[in-house]
T-cell receptor
Framework: SQTIHQWPATLVQPVGSPLSLECTVE??????LYWYRQAAGRGLQLLFY??????ISSEVPQNLSASRPQDRQFILSSKKLLLSDSGFYLC???????????FGQGTRLTVV | AQTVTQSQPEMSVQEAETVTLSCTYD???????LFWYKQPPSRQMILVIR??????QNATENRFSVNFQKAAKSFSLKISDSQLGDAAMYFC????????????FGAGTILRVKS
């Protein structure tokens, strides 16, 4: 069966520090992958999505970037975090066998 | 670009009663998917119901049903016999059939269930 792993679950980082959040999917091939950010009590903002290795579509040009070095690995990065980068980050995947997307457990990022 | 609008930030319903959550979307595509997801306090995203745009019949999953009006670009969720466990944030979502299968969400509606 397919599973998605997202880590870390919680992260506290100082302003100006780098960021790397990782998402890995198991049990599927060539999935669509998505990164979302959710501010406190707010909706899900689509940040990046990917249809394959090295193929990244950006929805919100900002302080973040994404990479897909392997078929089932999706990484969200920043060179220098801002206070406004705080939030709850969710990774999701979908493959051709499924209509809906499945979500990871999320990472709560606090920039201090 | 596709957008999803949920105009109700919060809704309340009495236990065992029925509540309807609203959702509208904007797209130029003729084929797409629509979803309702539930996010309880654990923040885990749970699929509630899905609707394929080319199907005229409204989807139903037990106590959950949708009213899909394609021409009006409306996709509301009806919860019957509301239970305390239904209390959560509900998100309406649109998935494109175009390259990338972009999946966008509305701002969410907080549903409170009163006992």
């Amino acid at each position: 069966s397919q599973t998605i792993h997202q880590w870390p679950a919680t992260l506290v980082q100082p302003v100006g520090s780098p960021l790397s959040l990782e998402c890995t999917v198991e049990g599927t091939s060539n999935p669509n992958l998505y990164w979302y950010r959710q501010a406190a009590g707010r909706g899900l903002q689509l940040l990046f999505y990917s249809v394959g290795i090295g193929q990244i579509s950006s929805e919100v040009p900002q302080n973040l970037s994404a990479s897909r070095p392997q078929d089932r690995q999706f990484i969200l990065s920043s060179k220098k975090l801002l206070l406004s980068d705080s939030g709850f980050y969710l990774c999701a995947w979908r493959d051709t066998l499924n209509t809906e997307a499945f979500f990871g457990q999320g990472t709560r990022l606090t920039v201090v | 670009a596709q957008t999803v609008t949920q105009s109700q930030p919060e809704m309340s319903v009495q236990e065992a009663e029925t509540v309807t959550l609203s959702c509208t979307y904007d797209t130029s595509e003729s084929d797409y998917y629509l979803f309702w997801y539930k996010q309880p306090p654990s923040r885990q995203m749970i699929l509630v119901i899905r609707q394929e745009a080319y199907k005229q019949q409204n989807a139903t999953e037990n106590r959950f049903s949708v009213n899909f009006q394609k021409a009006a670009k409306s996709f509301s969720l009806k919860i019957s016999d509301s239970q305390l466990g239904d209390a959560a944030m509900y998100f309406c979502a649109y998935r494109s059939m175009e390259y990338g299968n972009k999946l966008v969400f509305g701002a969410g509606t907080i549903l409170r269930v009163k006992s």
